[in-house]
């Protein structure tokens, strides 16, 4: 098992990583609902359940996996399924630009180990709890509490839904547990005026770009919030010395 540090605890011994499995926690139903309905999606469009338990396991990205399942049952070239994939999972791009400051002097084999159990509820909850991009003792525990609990949620509500496909019908809907559950935890980070204008900005990118192909409307939101996040960094500075000049 990794260690945060040369001579300390085994992560799953450390503080942090018992407070990250108990944050993620609490989102573990919505997970488990997406994870269900996933394994579910993956059965009923054919696949079986050899190659759906391979594809949960190796792939582990609820979004790609709905998203390249409709183009893997029409018979689509191998490459549309590829791309259709990448562009929903770019999201992953923000993400990471986002963790490296925290994790970006790690081995190679723990990035690798990283980026394979990166989710978007535990890029918010991480982000929650150290809100400083800097690296700190403790994050690294933190972040495969979250990630442990992340994916035993996931996979085994998957493996359920796949064993139980032919008995779960996927109009009940419960994939929206999961978007219900990234809501409220987001809605918890709007603390400021700057996040609350990003996530504005985010919300109306998303809609008014809801026509694109491949769900590409999530990369431009992003895009958007991000950009106006970074505007919004810049200009505060400038804000405080002009505020600071008029007291004077």
């Not at 582990?60 to 049952?73: D, E, H, T, Y």
């Not at 690296?135 to 839904?161: C, H, K």
Request: hydrophobic content about 55%; overall charge positive.
């Amino acid at each position: 098992m990794l260690e945060d540090s040369p001579g300390s605890l085994p992560l799953w011994r450390q503080p942090e990583f018992a407070r990250g499995f108990r944050d993620l926690g609490s989102a573990s139903l919505g997970i488990g609902a997406w994870g269900l309905v996933t394994g579910v999606a993956m059965v009923k469009s054919g696949l079986g359940v050899p190659l759906s338990l391979a594809m949960t396991f190796l792939v582990f990205a609820g979004s790609a996996q709905l998203a390249a399942l409709p183009l893997i049952v029409q018979g689509a070239p191998m490459w549309l399924v590829w791309a259709t994939a990448a562009c929903v999972n770019l999201r992953f791009v923000i993400f990471s630009a986002g963790w490296r400051p925290y994790f970006g002097h790690r081995p190679f084999w723990q990035k690798v180990a990283h980026a394979y159990l990166a989710g978007d509820l535990n890029y918010v909850m991480f982000l929650k709890r150290f809100p400083d991009p800097v690296p700190q003792d403790g994050q690294w525990a933190y972040y495969w509490g979250g990630a442990t609990v992340n994916w035993l949620g996931w996979q085994g509500f998957s493996v359920l839904g796949i064993v139980l496909a032919h008995h779960i019908p996927t109009e009940w809907g419960l994939g929206f547990a999961g978007t219900l559950a990234l809501l409220g935890l987001t809605g918890s980070l709007l603390v400021d005026r700057a996040t609350w204008v990003a996530a504005a900005v985010a919300a109306c990118a998303a809609v008014a770009a809801y026509a694109l192909p491949l769900k590409l409307n999530i990369v431009v939101a992003i895009a958007a919030a991000l950009a106006v996040g970074l505007v919004m960094d810049r200009l505060a500075p400038a804000g405080r010395l002009l505020a600071q000049r008029k007291e004077l």
